[in-house]
C-alpha cells in the first residue's frame, strides 16, 4: 500500500510538504515550499487507494500532459510532474484566494435565502476571463468538461483562473482514447452540457455552455437545472430550456440576459463559436464596446469604472458595498 503525504516530508528532493488544504475523492492538494526557488507550491497527488487504479493513474498522467502544453494568465500553471515514492504528483502555482463555490455558498449563507450570487461586474469579470482561458484550452485541442465554480479560482486581487483538467479530453479523433467507461456521464450532472449527456462528440462549445450555466448560477442564486438525483438533473436540460434569467434576476441588466441565454442554447452550433467571441460579447453587454480589452487581471477592460470601483471594494468577489453609488 502506498504510503500517505505526511508533513515536512521532502519530495524529489526538492518539495518541502507544508499542510493539505483540498482534498477530493481521488486526490488530494497540499501547500508545499520548493526549496530550490523558495517559494510555495501546491502539488496535487492521488491519494493511496486512487494509485492502485490504472485507469485513474492514466487520467491523472494526461491531466499533466494537458496542462504543461497550456499557458496562459487564466489557466493555473504547471511548474513540474515529478514520480516519486510510488506516487505520481503534480507542481503548481500555488494561488492564494478561494474558489467561486466557497464564494457563492457563503453568500447563500448570509443571504438568508438559500440564494449565493455575486454582483453583476464581478459575474462578468469571471465570465470573460474563463472564456480565454477556454480558448486557449481549445485552440489546443483540449475540452475541459468540467467547468464549474469549484473548478474557478480567484485571487484576492480579483485574478480568475481555471484549474483541475482531471477529465479533460483531446477533440483531435486520433487522440488516444479517453478512458471513459460506457454509459458514464464525465463532468459534474448540474453542469454537463446536453451533448455531454447523450454522449455525443464534444468541441469547446460544450465548455461554453457549461461556463453559461456558472454565470447563470452567479446572477440568480442558483443553476436552472435540478432534479431529484444526478440523472434527473442531466435530463432536463433536454427537455426544456432554462427558466428566463430576466424573471430570476431583474437586477441584471437586459444586455447581459441574451449573452448568457445564447450560451445556454440546447444547440451547440447556436452557441457562441469561441471563448473570445463569448468575452467580446459580455464586455459588450457590460460596457457599450465590443473592443474593450481584457485587463491585466483577464477581465473587463482596465480603464473601465469597475476596476477603478473594484479597487475600493471590501471582497471582490461581493462587489461594491451597499452604500456604493
Known sequence: MVAPFEPQTLLGGRYLLE????????AEVWLATDTQLERQVAIKALKPHSQQ???????????ARALAVLNHPNIVPVYDVVDDRDRLYVVMRYVKGKRLREALDGQRKRSGE?????SVDMAVHVGRSIALALKHAHDANIVHRDVKPANILIESDGKVLLTDFGIAKSMDPQSESDLTSVNIMMGTAKYLAPEQVQGKPLTGRADLYALGLVLYECLAGDVPFKGSNDQATAILRLQRDATPLSALAPHVPHELVPVIHTLLRRNPDSRYSSGDEVSLALATALTGSPDAPPSAMGGVTAKSPVDKRRAHWPDPLLGPPATDS
Not at 499542510?19 to 481521488?26: E, S, V, W
Not at 487504479?53 to 491531466?63: I, L, S, T, Y
Not at 438559500?114 to 455575486?118: L, M, P, V
Request: glycine share 16%; charged share 40%.
Open 19 to 26: 499542510k493539505a488544504i483540498a482534498h477530493g475523492g481521488r
Open 114 to 118: 438559500g440564494r449565493g450570487t455575486i
Open 53 to 63: 487504479d490504472e485507469v485513474v493513474v492514466e487520467r491523472f498522467r494526461r491531466e
